[in-house]
Every structure is written in structure tokens, then in C-alpha cells.
């Protein structure tokens, strides 16, 4: 009889003007199990708006793989969604938004950094949850009324939600990392000192354990 893995299936949301670097550390050690718990066991898998292909701000072009009306949260292990352009004008992003609220309702974790941590302000998935971003003044911009939940770190996480600045990749992936709970806590500890210290002892740490 054959085992079967579960696979953990992170949902990346893509639209143009996609800040690339924001979310490149987090996709990369979620769908490269090098380290994990259960290697290649989770994959990422992206959604758009409609199926056409978007425009990063790095001028790389992605096809989603399904489109926002398709995904439902409990087909999803968490949603990401990185900063954009878009967020902060206009409604294009605001779907995505509104799916971040659903998933929420439905206790699955959302993610967001940078302008998508604006999109979470104005949809008020911020008031009552604690939170940072790229500065207080930043969401205070949007009129929202969570002011008093905000917390000068580069990342947070407040249960099913994590927020994070647009210039600390590095913490905001150790929270989503931390939050799909794919690696042990000593190996996730070593995964930080090395790319969120820069500390090349951490390497030396997660070889060993390769």
C-alpha cells in the first residue's frame, strides 16, 4: 500500500506592478522543501483576477493558474498576497481584498506585506487585529481605524493574519514560514540566521540537517 502526502498549497495572488522581491523569499522556501519537515510536500500555485498574464514591477510576466472566482479557502493553505502599485490606486485590487476577508472568516491564514497590508486597511481586516507595514503613517493614509493595533516590527503575526513591511522580506518570510509550520523551529531558526541575518553559521546548521 502506497502512502499519500498531503501537499500544502500556498496561493500567490498576481496582479500587475507585483513587488517581485517582497514575496521572493517566502515562495521559494515553501515550494523548495530542502529543509522541511515533509520535503515537497507544499507547492505554491498563483491566482489572478482573470487567467491573463500580469507584469511584475521587475518586468517578469506570470500566467495564473486559476483565477480569483475559482479559489476557495478550503482548498488553500494560506494566502499571499505581495505589495503592488495597484493596491494604492484604484479598485483593481480590491477583489483581492475581499478574498483575504473570506479566507479570514473561514480560519485560513492570509499574508500581506507592503501596499497589500493598504488593500487589508481599507477592507478593515486591520481595526481589530495587531499589525505592521511600511510605517504607521503609511495605513494612517487610508482613514482606517485599527491605528491602535499597529506594531513597529518589519513583521507581525496576530493569529491567521500576517503583515509585514515592503523593505524586510527576509521577517516576513520567517512569519509565513513559521505560520505553515513546514519546518522544525531549531531548523527555521537556522533558516533566519542565515537570510535574515546574514550570519553564514546558519548555513553550516541547515546542511547538517539536509
Known sequence: MTETTETTTVHLAVYD???DWEVGLATA???NGH???RPGSARVVTVGATRAPVTTMGGMTIAPDLTLAELQPGDSAMLLLPGADLWLTGDTCRPFAEKAGNFLDAGVPVA???GATW??????LLDDRRHTSNAPEFLAATGYRGAARYVDESAVTDGDLVTGSGVAPAEFAHEVLARLDLYEPAVLASWFKLYGRQDPAGYAELMAVA
Not at 488593500?119 to 478593515?124: D, E, F, P, Q
Open 29 to 31: 522556501h515553501i515550494a
Open 112 to 114: 500581506a506585506i507592503c
Open 17 to 19: 506592478t507585483l513587488a
Open 35 to 37: 529543509w522541511q519537515r
Open 119 to 124: 488593500g487589508l486597511a481599507v477592507a478593515g
